[in-house]
């Protein structure tokens, strides 16, 4: 009879705890969660790996990536790579949650509902900055173009933040509709579009070495996308996942 | 169905009336411009159209706010009603605007930021009724739509800035115009009564529509509810 009153006291601990504490133990439960099905199944990172580098493969053909080339279009190329990697794991993760039910049950738990959201947010914030954590280093070695410049690297965090904030909330749309995957990358991309511009414009700049007076007004805006769209999001999620 | 209101009847009247007015006078009243010649008359409804497409983006959004405080349906089809108008409107503006560059740059479409950001309103638009059409709960079709709605006309703006950060040729008649616009005018007093005329008889024609549209939305709901009872 030992344990019982030893999980009891945890219960007591949990509940008792405050809100803060609460919603971070249940956003990492949640981030963890999606982190150990991904590590056993390797479904949702493998594909979108081989996804972006077919998708850097084609872009060698169609647009004849010589050294002229290469200067101009370097960044164009990496965002419609992610962004198209980011829809299938976008929809993957998503899907993933609605196939057996899962999203019920994580309705179903005693958590925010916010904290759904953020941790679904966050784990695909990590699948996708793996992708472009393996793609960068494979694109540089392919194309002998050096792009381990910080400038660069916060560019493409801070538009990756803003993809998957807005990704996610579209995508637990998406995956709700009669035609589901193929309604994402619809509602999706006519909304990321100033950040792909920004995200573009701004690697572009940092790849070209231009000034950073010339380069922050595009950084400016993504963090203002940023900021809009997580604290919609986190608004209106509830009305989203609502029963 | 209540009947037809009296002030219904009366506002389609006026507004009939005041769009044959705004025609007579962009022909015979508003004076030829003179770089440009005729084809600058478009300009006069070109604008009218877009300013009623981006009240009908603007009404969308406030009307998806309403939807998800109250969760009242009428304000759901207050939203959807907005989009279906001001989706053909925008149309419209669009290819007015090709018409009238055209004639003024040479060529039917640039990827200029206004241009530019006319498109991409008009696919955002079209995601929206194609969201709507996957979701067969009325209410869950009405929460989507009022969240999408809402997004989108956050989102727009930013295109918009992120476009204007490239320099723009479209001339901006009302405001200051960016140094390299081509096919900018100086408005004379008679075409800027022209253009606040043409506005305000679009509003109209808006206001009127969406009355309409709205009192449709309401019959749809009825049969809707009527076709459901009949199933069970």
New interface residues.
Partial sequence: MEPIPQVEERVRLTSSASGAGQFIRSLTAIIWKDMAAELRSRELLSAMLVFALLVILIFNFALELDAQARATVTAGVLWVTFAFAGTLGLNRSMAMEKDRGCLDGLLLAPVDRSAIYFGKAIGNLIFMLIVEAIVLPVYSVLYSVNLFEPGLLLVIFLGSIGYVA?GT??SS?AV?????DV?LP??LF?????VL??AV?GSTGFLQGADVVDIR??IN?LL??DV??IA?AFM?FD??V?E | MEPKPRLLAILDIVTLLLFLTAVAMVFFYAPLEAVMGQVQRVFYFHVANAWVGMLGFMVAAIAGVAFLRKGDRKWDIVGLAAVEISFVFFFIAIVSGSVWARGSWGTWWTWDPRLTTAAIVELVYAAYFMLRQGIEDPDRRARFGAVYAILSFLSVPLTFISIRIFRTIHPVIIGSGAAGAEGSFEMTPKMLQVFMFSLLTFSFIFADLLWHRIRLGKLAEVTENLRLKTLQ
Avoid: D, G, N, S
């Fill in positions: 807005v909330l579209l749309m709700q509709t009669r035609t589901r309604l619809i509602l006519p909304l990321v579009i100033p511009i920004a414009k007004p595009w805006l203002v996308y809009i769209f919609v209106v009305y989203i609502e």
